[in-house]
């Protein structure tokens, strides 16, 4: 059982900078692929970014492109979500999330955080 807890979130306004962190707790972090979801006031939850287990290799949304980096030390148990130029649509909480393979589609994630809230404004 992997348990997941992510820090980092607040206030900031458009055009800042908010590194998000996730913390893993259990056996084989390093063996799962990571991903980062947003959930928009009154929207879907929606991928944001993935970064495989191993190889480092990662995707993002074409509206993050460019400006969020993930990135992962398997030493520490940790994934980070680093967002650069934020725009009010960015605004969520975010979740990061853990599967034994690597790709986008949320049901298959295995394990989820908490959470943590990301408020751009203007």
């Known amino acids: 059982q992997v348990q997941l807890v992510e820090s980092g979130g607040g206030l900031v306004q458009a055009g800042d900078s908010l590194t998000l962190s996730c913390v893993a707790s259990?056996?084989?972090?390093?063996?799962?692929?990571m991903g980062w979801f947003r959930q928009a006031p009154g929207k879907a939850r929606e991928f944001v970014g993935a970064?495989?287990?191993?190889?480092?290799?990662?995707k993002y949304t074409d509206s993050v492109k460019g400006r969020f980096t993930i990135s992962r030390d398997n030493a520490k148990n940790t994934v980070t979500l680093q967002m650069n130029s934020l725009k009010r649509e960015d605004t969520g909480v975010y979740y990061c999330?853990?599967?034994?393979?690597?790709?986008?589609?949320?049901?298959?994630?295995?394990?989820w955080g908490q959470g943590t809230q990301v408020t751009v404004s203007s």
């Open positions: 970064i495989h287990w191993s190889f480092g290799m990662t």
């Open positions: 259990g056996p084989g972090f390093s063996n799962y692929s």
């Open positions: 999330a853990a599967r034994a393979t690597y790709g986008m589609t949320q049901s298959d994630y295995e394990y």
